[in-house]
């Protein structure tokens, strides 16, 4: 069985960091791609990051140059780290693994973590 497990978050000031970390098991994904999408209370689930199994990434523009996504095959962990941190970055954090279409569509993945909270402080 497939599990991802999200971790990391927690409640932080503006214009700090935290890294959140996604461990999947159950199978491998070297060879897929892996991302990070968040859903505010209220708003549809977005994409937010995505790597390749090469390492390529991609990013929304609204985190672009304050969030970083990598992954360590080896552990089949991927990760987020997020600097500079805003309150509108308040979200549940969701790990998404194994695209089939485009990167930034969830309904691209075919498997999907449980969310990690993400509260940003004014």
């Known amino acids: 069985q497939v599990q991802l497990v999200e971790s990391g978050g927690g409640l932080v000031q503006a214009g700090g960091s935290l890294r959140l970390s996604c461990v999947a098991s159950?199978?491998?994904?070297?060879?897929?791609?892996m991302a990070w999408f968040r859903q505010a209370p209220g708003k549809e689930r977005e994409f937010v990051a995505a790597i390749s199994w090469s390492g390529r990434t991609y990013y929304a523009d609204s985190v672009k140059g304050r969030f970083a996504i990598s992954r360590d095959n080896a552990k089949n962990t991927v990760y987020l780290q997020m600097d500079s941190l805003k309150p509108e970055d308040t979200a549940i954090y969701y790990c998404a693994a194994d695209k089939i279409g485009s990167t930034a569509t969830t309904a691209s993945y075919v498997y999907w973590g449980q969310g990690t909270q993400v509260t940003v402080s004014s």
């Open positions: 159950g199978r491998t994904f070297n060879s897929a791609y």
